[in-house]
């Protein structure tokens, strides 16, 4: 028995691969497995329909929105969502407040004839701020909600005129976010919702425009008018996403699980910032709740912590490669004794090492 603190794929809720086994054999009593439903059948566009209603009760997400389950990750949604969005003015901007936000700048900058503006933040190491940005008129502005390997989260997201599209691959579900705020948001589905090979993109109806140019499996305008099934879609993993949506609901939906996430990330960030070893130093507004991370400055001692952890049944808590030092990621399904294990095993190093 161990805990899984990788940062995606991630942790799954016990009960959510307790029923995918279950399932296996024969699906709803079909005979077959899930993974052998035709997408053009009763059994699918029922199972299809009731997680997108969950998902739309559990963000209380409005008939003003679409609400498609694509394939390619949330890789591919850096650049379809310029390419579907960024049709009026051409003109966009991006908080550049990590990695991924960055790997999405690159994309649209890849888009030809597409201006976008790189937000710097405004002191080293903190995220840039979300306001209107000076220049305009802008087609969107792009925020990434949780920065998954720097660990830093935008907690509350102000009021402006310019449309925004959010990356929420790392924290969906997690905290609580008002869709209406958004025109756009997507998040992959291996951290927060289930297994890899899906994004999800919540996108407000009046945006989408057919896209004459664009491939079809690209646009948005066209997956939302075929319910997400323009082709084959990712069925097995909409399928896990439904059980992960009921899961949370019997849980107590977005708000509990928020109470809980809160919990645990106080909890782990006192033990940090209690210890001699081990820091981080993320200022605490920015504190992701999903993504922790911390070091001891030490990149051998890093290593050893790692793979000791790893002995004890603490899975995957090295850092991102850009980043080293140590990540432990905090999913909705990490049960508190996860947490617990991990700061025991962090004391009990720090004695050792410290
Ligand atoms: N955005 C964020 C915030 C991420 O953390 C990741 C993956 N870790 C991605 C996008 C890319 O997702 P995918 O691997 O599904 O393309």
């Not at 209107?132 to 660990?151: A, M, Q």
């Not at 705020?181 to 997507?186: A, G, H, K």
Request: with cysteine; charged share 20%.
């Amino acid at each position: 028995m161990g805990y899984n603190f990788s940062a995606g794929p991630g942790i799954m809720p016990a009960a959510v691969v307790e029923q995918i086994k279950r399932d296996m054999p024969s699906y709803k009593d079909s005979g077959m497995s899930i993974m052998e439903i035709s997408h053009r059948s009763a059994l699918y566009d029922e199972m299809a329909q009731q997680a997108e209603t969950d998902l739309r009760d559990l963000m209380q997400i409005s008939d003003d929105y679409e609400v498609l389950f694509l394939h390619g990750g949330g890789t591919l949604q850096f650049t379809n969502v310029p390419l579907n969005l960024a049709t009026k003015n051409h003109h966009v901007a991006y908080l550049n407040s990590g990695h991924w936000a960055k790997k999405a700048l690159d994309a649209a900058n890849r888009i030809d004839g597409l201006t976008v503006e790189d937000i710097q933040p405004e002191k080293t190491g903190y995220l840039p701020s979300i306001k209107n940005p000076s220049v305009g008129p802008l087609d969107y502005l792009y925020v990434t909600t949780n920065n998954t390997i720097e660990g830093t989260t935008y907690h509350q997201i102000p009021k402006i005129n310019t449309p925004l599209v959010a990356d929420m691959s790392s924290n969906i579900l997690a905290e609580p976010y008002d869709v209406n705020q958004f025109d756009l948001i997507f998040a992959g589905a291996q951290k927060n919702i289930g297994p890899a090979g899906m994004a999800i993109v919540i996108v407000k109806k009046n945006r989408l425009h057919e896209q004459p140019i664009l491939s079809e499996i690209m646009d948005y305008h066209l997956e939302a008018k075929k319910h997400s099934a323009l082709n084959t879609p990712p069925v097995f993993c909409i399928y896990a996403a439904g059980l992960t949506f009921k899961w949370l609901k019997q849980f107590g939906g977005v708000d509990r699980i928020y109470e809980q996430n809160q919990e645990q990330a106080r909890t782990l960030y006192d033990s940090i910032d209690n210890s001699k070893l081990f820091k981080n130093d993320v200022p605490t507004r920015e504190r992701s709740l999903t993504n922790i991370v911390f070091k001891t400055g030490d990149d051998n001692l890093d290593q050893q912590f790692v793979t000791q952890a790893n002995r004890q049944g603490l899975i995957s808590l090295g850092g991102h490669r850009l980043v080293g030092g140590m990540r432990a990621s905090l999913y909705n399904a990490m049960p508190n004794e996860g947490v617990d294990a991990l700061i025991d095993f962090m004391k009990r190093f720090e004695i050792d090492n410290g």
